[in-house]
C-alpha cells in the first residue's frame, strides 16, 4: 500500500493538473472573448498622438499652445520638442535621414523649406479644407510669396504655412541713453557712431553684437543694404549674384564702419547674440541691439516691470547714412511656420488630427495662446492679442503691424551663399578682408552656386 | 633572456594553438564568441565608413566621382580647416605632454601628502560637460564685462585688452588654451600612473650615479614613461583631431572662418549648408589624416602602447 501512495498522490496532481489547465484554457478563452469587447470601446476613446518637433516658439509658450489645443480636442494628444535653433535642425536632418520625422515640423522659408520639401505633404489641399476657397486671402502675399522661395520652377504649391511673422529692427534701452545724455534714437550713422561713443563712456556696451552668431551679421547687413540697393538686396535674397554691385559693397562698407568705429563692442565677433546679448540687453548692460519683433515676448518670459511693460525700451531702424536720409526700410516675414511630413498621413485619424492641429497652430487656440505671449506677429490676418496690452507694448505691438504689412523679405535661401555671407561679414569685420574683396568672394561663391 | 627560451619543454607554441583552435574543432566554437563584436562592428563601424566613403563620391550636381575632392582643394577654407586641426594636434599635445609630465612629477616624487587630492582636482575639468566649459570660458574671454577682461581694467591696461576670440590670428589659439586646460588633469594622471610603476629601485640606483634634477627627469623618468608618452601622443591626436563641441559652442569656426577645423568644418558643410556629399569628403580626409598621424607618431615612438612606465632591464 504504501508503494501505492505516491503513485494515488502522482495520479491526485495529474488530476489536479489537468483541471487547472482546463480551468485556464477556460479562462483564456474567456479573456479572449472579454478583451476584443473590453478593449474596443477604450481603444475609441485613446487620444491620437501628433508628435511636433520646432526650435520656435519658445518651451514654456509651445507648452501653453499644447494644452491649450489638446483641452479644444481631447481626442488629440500633441508630443511638441522644442530644441535650440542649431540642435533641432541637426535632429531634424538625422531623423529625415533615418526615416523618423514627426508629423509636424517647425520651418523657416527657403533654405530649410526646400531642404525638406521631398519629406513633406503639399498642404494646399489642407489649407482649403481649414478655411475654405481663396484660404490664401487670409494671410498677406508676401508671406505666402516666402513660403514658396525656393520651389522649382513651376511647383507652385505650399510645403509650409507660415504661423508667425517679423520685423528686424534696433532696440534701444531708454535708462542707458538718459545716463549716456542722449535724448532720443539716433537719426543718421554719424548719430549713432557718436551715441555708442557717449554709451560706451558712462560704461554702457554702444551697440551689442554677436558677431559669432551668424544670422545677426547678415541681418545687419541687410538692413544697411536696404538702404543702399534694396533692389538688388532682393535680388541676391533669392540667388542672384549681384554681390558686387556699388550698393551691396556701399553697405558692406558701412558693416565695416560698425567696427573701425567702435559702434560695436570690441570683440565683437566672437561674441553671441542669444543668450549673452539678450541677457545684457535685458540687464540694462547694452545701450543698442539689433533685434527684431520677437523681444516683446519678453513682456511675458520676464519677471522685471521694465521688460513687461517695455517702457524702458524703443525701437528704430538702421538710422539714415546720410543727413537728411531715411533710415532703413523694414525687413522681415515668416518667422516660422509649419510643415507636414509624409509620415503624418499613416492613417486617416492621424491625417486628420494632423489637420486640426495645424489649423490650430496658425488661426486657433494654439496660436492665440502664442499671440497672447507676444511670442511673434500673426501671419493669420485678423487675429491679434487678447486682454489689456501696456500702452508702451500696445504703441509697439500696433507699429510693428503696419510695419509687416510692407516689410521686405529677409532670408537668404541659398545655404551656402548665406555661409559665405556671414564668413565674409566676420572677415570685413575682422579687418582680414576689404569690402569689395569680401563681396567679391561672396558674388564667386553665388554665381558658382548658380551654375 | 630570449622569450623563447622560458617556454617549457613539452608545451605546444602559443602561435600553433591558436592557429589549432580556429582551424580545428573550436573553429566554430570561436567564430560564435566573435560574431557579436564582428556584427557590432559591421553595422556601427564598418558600414557607416563603407557608406560615407561612397557618399563621397557622389559630386556636385550628383555626378560620381572625385568632384568633391577637387572642390575640397580649391576650397580655402578646407585648407584653413586642415591647418587648424594639425595646430590643434601639435599645440595641444605639446602642452598637455609638458604640463602633463611636469605636475606628475610633482606630485609624484616631490608631494609628501595629500597626492590623492590634487589628482583629483586636475582631473575635475575633465568631467565637466564642454557645453559648459564653452559658455564658461566664452565670458571669461569677453569684452567689456569678461573675467580676464576685468583683470586688465584693474591693472589699468583695458584699452590693451585683446579680443582673444574675436580676432582669427588668436580664435584657434584661445579655443586650444580650454582644450590643454580641460585635459591636462587626464594627462597628469596617467603621467601619475605611468611613474609609479617606475621601481624604486632604478631611482635610487641613477641618484647614486649622480642623475638628479633635470638629468635625472631626463636620462631616467622620461625614457622610462615612453610608453605612457606613446599613448597619449595617440589618444590626444585623436581627441584634438575631433574635437567639436568648445570650437562650435565659442566661435562656430570663426571669425571669417579662422577656427575652423576639420571637425567643425563637416558639419558646417554637412548641416548648415545642406552638401552632405562634400562633408562627407571632407570626413574621408579627417579619417586620412588621422590614420597617417597616428601611424607616423606610432613609428617614431617605435610602438609599444602602454600606460605603464617601462620596466628597465635589470
Known sequence: ???????????????????????????????????????????AAEPVTVTLWSWSPVAPTMAA????????????????????????????????????????????????????????????????????????KHFAPALLAQARLGNPAGDTKFYMLPMEAEVLNLWLDRAAFHAAGIAKAPATFDEMVADAAKLRKAGFIGMYQGGATGVFDNWVYMQIAAQTDLKDLLAAEIGKPVWTRPGMIAAATVWGELFT???????????????????????????????????????????????????????????ALKAGGMASAPLGGVDVGWGVTKTAAKSPAEARAVAIVLKELISGGGEQVALNQLNDLPAFGGMRPQGTLPPAV???????????????????GNPVIYQALVSNLQAIGAGTKTPAAAMAAVQAVAEAQGK | MAAGASRRPGLPRPGARRRGAILGAGRWEAALYVLPAAALFAVFIAEPIAANLVSSLIGPHHRWGLGNYAMAAADPVFGTAVRNSLLWVVVSLAFEIAIGFALAILIELHLPRGRAVFRTLLFLPMVVTPSVIALVFNTFYASDYGLLYGLFRALGLASAFPALLGAPATASLAIIAVNVWQWSGFFVLMYCVGLSAIDREHLDAAEIDGARGWNRVRHILWPLCRGTTTSLVVLGTIQALQQFPLIYLMTEGGPADSSQTLATYIFQTGFVQDQMHYASAVAVMLFLLALALVAVEYRLAGGGLSLAAKRARP
Open chain 1, 261 to 319: 568705429r567702435k559702434v560695436v563692442q570690441d570683440g565683437a565677433l566672437s561674441a553671441l547674440q542669444y543668450p549673452t546679448g539678450a541677457n545684457l540687453f535685458a540687464v540694462g548692460r547694452v545701450g543698442m541691439i539689433s533685434l527684431g519683433s520677437w523681444w516683446l515676448q519678453e513682456t511675458h518670459l520676464s519677471t522685471d516691470p521694465k521688460l513687461q511693460t517695455m517702457s524702458g525700451y524703443d525701437k528704430f531702424f538702421f538710422p
Open chain 1, 1 to 43: 500500500m504504501l508503494t501505492n501512495r505516491p503513485c494515488a498522490a502522482l495520479r491526485r496532481a495529474a488530476t489536479v493538473r489537468a483541471t487547472l489547465r482546463r480551468a485556464a484554457t477556460g479562462l483564456a478563452l474567456l479573456l479572449g472573448l472579454a478583451v476584443p469587447t473590453l478593449s474596443g470601446p477604450a481603444r
Open chain 1, 65 to 136: 499652445m499644447v494644452a491649450a489645443i489638446e483641452k479644444a480636442h481631447p481626442d488629440i494628444r500633441i508630443r511638441a520638442t522644442i530644441q535650440p535653433h542649431t540642435a533641432y535642425f541637426t535632429a531634424l536632418k538625422a531623423a529625415a535621414a533615418s526615416g523618423t520625422l514627426p508629423d509636424i515640423i517647425g520651418l523657416t522659408p527657403g533654405n530649410y523649406t526646400q531642404q525638406y520639401r521631398p519629406h513633406l505633404l503639399a498642404l494646399d489641399a489642407m489649407a482649403k479644407a481649414a478655411w475654405g476657397a481663396g484660404w490664401e
Open chain 1, 394 to 412: 500696445r504703441r509697439l505691438y500696433d507699429s510693428y503691424i503696419a510695419e509687416l504689412a510692407h516689410a521686405h523679405p529677409h532670408q537668404i
